[in-house]
């Protein structure tokens, strides 16, 4: 197990693991003292000092996309950040706080072989997703890492309302086609990034 059930950061105390991505954990947490219940991403430990660096700007890109743009309802609502000193000398992670609703990823949804979407369900989320983009591109911002596991299907009685999240990629810029050269997941990249003169498709997962 990557974590401790009774882990403190700040001042939010672990209770399960939600997901995880390249550059954190993601899990339920608890405010102390409160029976509040929020998503807590927590930076991971790089093991060397480039990654770590790496991770640094993702980090502080992600808050600082936070903290300029407006809550839109199809984005993930933060509420706030800090970073948590004192977990060892050589590391102090970043801890993003946000809104928790019960619900999972897009990622995991559309694999789990028990539940099967609806097609309208699957287009209402789409769109909703859309609309969250257009929102981040109204602000001037590209995110440059859409995917179903950066889809967040948040709530479940009415099938659930898909909000974009993982906005470490952000760019200030919704034009310049350079800027998403060496950004995303390579099995999201789109065709043209794909099929680019002379050069042969690869896929690395
Ligand atoms: N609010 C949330 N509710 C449930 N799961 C979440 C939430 N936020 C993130 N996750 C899970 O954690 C994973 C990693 O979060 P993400 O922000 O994409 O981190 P990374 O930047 O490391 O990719 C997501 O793919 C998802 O599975
Ligand atoms: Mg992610």
């Known amino acids: 197990m990557d974590f401790a059930s009774s882990q403190v950061y700040g001042n939010y105390k672990i209770l399960s693991k939600l997901g995880q991505g390249s550059y954190s954990h993601v899990y339920l947490a608890e405010l102390l003292n409160t029976n509040l219940?929020?998503?807590?991403?927590?930076?991971?430990?790089?093991?060397?000092?480039?990654?770590m660096k790496?991770?640094?700007?993702?980090?502080e890109n992600e808050i600082a996309f936070y903290n300029r743009i407006k809550h839109h309802p199809f984005l993930i609502k933060y509420i706030e950040s800090f970073e948590c000193h004192g977990?060892?000398?050589?590391?102090?992670?970043?801890?993003?706080?946000?809104?928790?609703?019960?619900?999972?990823?897009?990622?995991?949804?559309?694999?789990n072989p028990e539940e099967e979407i609806p097609e309208q369900l699957g287009l209402t989320w789409f769109t909703q997703a859309a609309l969250g983009?257009?929102?981040?591109?109204?602000?001037?911002?590209?995110?440059?890492?859409?995917?179903p596991a950066n889809i967040i299907i948040a709530g479940g009685s009415i099938?659930?309302?898909a909000?974009?999240?993982?906005?470490?990629?952000?760019?200030?810029?919704?034009?310049?086609?350079?800027?998403?050269?060496?950004?995303?997941?390579?099995?999201?990249f789109p065709p043209e990034k794909l099929f680019t003169k002379g050069d042969l498709p690869f896929l690395k997962s």
Not at 37 to 51: D, G, H, I, P, T
Not at 54 to 59: D, P
Request: charged fraction near 30%; charge should be positive.
């Open 163 to 188: 909000r974009l999240c993982d906005f470490g990629s952000t760019k200030e810029d919704n034009q310049g086609a350079e800027n998403t050269i060496n950004a995303g997941t390579q099995r999201y």
């Open 133 to 147: 983009l257009a929102h981040v591109h109204s602000n001037g911002c590209m995110h440059r890492d859409i995917k």
């Open 54 to 59: 790496r991770s640094n700007q993702i980090f």
């Open 87 to 111: 977990t060892s000398k050589w590391y102090s992670p970043f801890c993003i706080v946000f809104e928790y609703k019960e619900g999972c990823d897009a990622h995991k949804k559309m694999t």
């Open 37 to 51: 219940r929020y998503a807590l991403k927590v930076q991971k430990q790089k093991k060397n000092k480039e990654k």
């Open 159 to 161: 099938g659930g309302i």
